[in-house]
C-alpha cells in the first residue's frame, strides 16, 4: 500500500519524501478537525448529566 | 508472491490502525484540553466584556440601577456566570452556561434548564466534565462539606457552602437536581446549589454528586467575598 503510494510520487527520494510529509500532515489535519470530533461523542466521557440516558 | 502481498498489506494496515489510536488518544487526552481551555478562556472574556458595557450603562444612566442590574434571561449554549472552587484551585474558574448539550459542556459547566436561576429559591444545578475537554471537575472527589462555590453573574456574589457529598448515584437518579433534593438531607425549600460529574473518571456507569446552599450574597460593588480571598 504504501509502496505503492511511493512509487506514484513524482521527483526523486527527496521531493517524494517532501510530498509524503504533507501528505501526513494532511490527513492529522482531516482527522484532529473532522473525525475525530465526530468520533470523540461516542464515547462515554460526555455523559456527566443525571437525566440524558 | 501473493503470500508476500498480503503478509505486507496486512501488516501495514496495523500500522495503519495502531497510529490512528495513538492519534486518537493524543486527541482526548491532550488536544480536547487545549481546544476547551481556549474556550472556556473566550466565554470568559465575553462575560467580561458584557459584564462592563452594562456597568458603563448603568453608570450612563443612573436612573434604574436595580432595574439595570438584573442579568436577562439564560440563552441556550450562551455563558452568564462564572464558578470559581477554591478547593480545586486557587485559579480554578470556570464559565457556567446554559444547557447541558454536549457542545455546550465542550465550552464550560452546564447549567440544566429548568432548574432555578443564580441564587433564587429552588435548586441551581450545574454538570461538568470529568475528564477531557479541560478536566474541569478532574478533582471532584475532593471537594468537601464546607468548601465553598462562589459564583458571579456580574452584578452579585453568591457563596454556597457545600453540605454533602462527593454522593455517588445512578445516571438515572434525576431526583438530585429536585428543588429539594431527597436524599441532601435538606428539609424544606431553600437556595440550593447541586453540582453533577462522571465516576469513575473514566466511565459512565455512575454520576457523583454535590449538594450546597447559599451562604452569603453581596453586590460585586462590595469586593471578592471572604472565600476568594487569600
Same mark, same amino acid.
Given at each position: 500500500?504504501?509502496?505503492?503510494?511511493?512509487?506514484?510520487?513524482?521527483?526523486?527520494?527527496?521531493?517524494?519524501?517532501?510530498?509524503?510529509?504533507?501528505?501526513?500532515?494532511?490527513?492529522?489535519?482531516?482527522?484532529? %478537525?473532522?473525525?475525530?470530533? /465526530?468520533?470523540?461523542?461516542?464515547?462515554?466521557?460526555?455523559?456527566?448529566?443525571?437525566?440524558?440516558? | 508472491?501473493?503470500? @508476500?502481498?498480503?503478509?505486507?498489506?496486512? &501488516?501495514?494496515?496495523?500500522?495503519?490502525?495502531?497510529?490512528?489510536?495513538?492519534?486518537?488518544?493524543?486527541?482526548?487526552?491532550? /488536544?480536547?484540553?487545549?481546544?476547551?481551555?481556549?474556550?472556556?478562556? +473566550?466565554?470568559?472574556?465575553?462575560?467580561?466584556?458584557?459584564?462592563?458595557?452594562?456597568?458603563?450603562?448603568?453608570?450612563?444612566?443612573?436612573?434604574?440601577?436595580?432595574?439595570?442590574? @438584573?442579568?436577562? !434571561?439564560?440563552?441556550?449554549?450562551?455563558?452568564?456566570?462564572?464558578?470559581?472552587?477554591?478547593?480545586?484551585?486557587?485559579?480554578?474558574?470556570? !464559565?457556567?452556561?446554559?444547557?447541558?448539550?454536549?457542545?455546550?459542556?465542550?465550552?464550560?459547566?452546564?447549567?440544566?434548564?429548568?432548574?432555578? @436561576?443564580?441564587? %433564587?429559591?429552588?435548586?441551581?444545578?450545574?454538570?461538568?466534565?470529568?475528564?477531557?475537554?479541560? +478536566?474541569?471537575?478532574?478533582?471532584?472527589?475532593?471537594?468537601?462539606?464546607?468548601?465553598?462555590?462562589?459564583?458571579?453573574?456580574?452584578?452579585?456574589?453568591?457563596?454556597?457552602?457545600?453540605? *454533602?457529598?462527593?454522593? *455517588?448515584?445512578?445516571?438515572?437518579?434525576?431526583?438530585?437536581?429536585?428543588?429539594?433534593?431527597? *436524599? &441532601?438531607?435538606?428539609?424544606?425549600?431553600?437556595?440550593?446549589?447541586?453540582?453533577?460529574?462522571? +465516576?469513575?473518571? /473514566?466511565?459512565? &456507569?455512575?454520576?457523583?454528586?454535590?449538594?450546597?446552599?447559599?451562604? #452569603?450574597?453581596?453586590?460585586?460593588?462590595?469586593?471578592?467575598?471572604? #472565600?476568594?480571598?487569600?
Amino acid at each position: 500500500m504504501y509502496g505503492w503510494i511511493w512509487r506514484r510520487l513524482p521527483g526523486n527520494a527527496w521531493i517524494k519524501a517532501m510530498i509524503s510529509l504533507v501528505l501526513v500532515l494532511a490527513v492529522v489535519y482531516v482527522l484532529f %478537525q473532522y473525525v475525530f470530533p /465526530w468520533a470523540e461523542p461516542l464515547l462515554p466521557f460526555n455523559d456527566v448529566t443525571v437525566d440524558n440516558q | 508472491m501473493p503470500v @508476500r502481498v498480503i503478509v505486507r498489506t496486512v &501488516s501495514e494496515l496495523c500500522i495503519t490502525v495502531g497510529a490512528l489510536i495513538v492519534l486518537f488518544v493524543v486527541y482526548v487526552l491532550f /488536544w480536547t484540553g487545549v481546544r476547551a481551555d481556549r474556550a472556556m478562556n +473566550d466565554q470568559i472574556d465575553q462575560l467580561q466584556r458584557q459584564w462592563s458595557k452594562a456597568t458603563a450603562a448603568t453608570t450612563a444612566a443612573p436612573g434604574g440601577p436595580a432595574s439595570q442590574g @438584573r442579568p436577562g !434571561p439564560y440563552v441556550p449554549g450562551r455563558p452568564f456566570a462564572v464558578m470559581y472552587i477554591p478547593r480545586l484551585g486557587f485559579t480554578w474558574n470556570k !464559565p457556567v452556561l446554559e444547557d447541558t448539550a454536549v457542545d455546550t459542556l465542550k465550552k464550560g459547566l452546564g447549567h440544566y434548564p429548568g432548574t432555578a @436561576r443564580l441564587g %433564587q429559591e429552588g435548586n441551581f444545578a450545574v454538570a461538568g466534565h470529568r475528564r477531557t475537554y479541560g +478536566d474541569p471537575f478532574k478533582d471532584f472527589p475532593r471537594l468537601r462539606p464546607g468548601d465553598a462555590v462562589v459564583l458571579t453573574d456580574g452584578s452579585t456574589w453568591f457563596t454556597y457552602r457545600i453540605d *454533602k457529598g462527593p454522593y *455517588k448515584t445512578v445516571p438515572t437518579d434525576v431526583e438530585v437536581i429536585d428543588p429539594v433534593p431527597r *436524599k &441532601s438531607g435538606y428539609g424544606r425549600p431553600g437556595r440550593y446549589l447541586t453540582l453533577t460529574t462522571c +465516576d469513575p473518571e /473514566w466511565g459512565h &456507569s455512575h454520576r457523583l454528586i454535590v449538594w450546597a446552599h447559599l451562604d #452569603a450574597a453581596q453586590p460585586v460593588d462590595a469586593g471578592k467575598p471572604a #472565600a476568594l480571598r487569600r
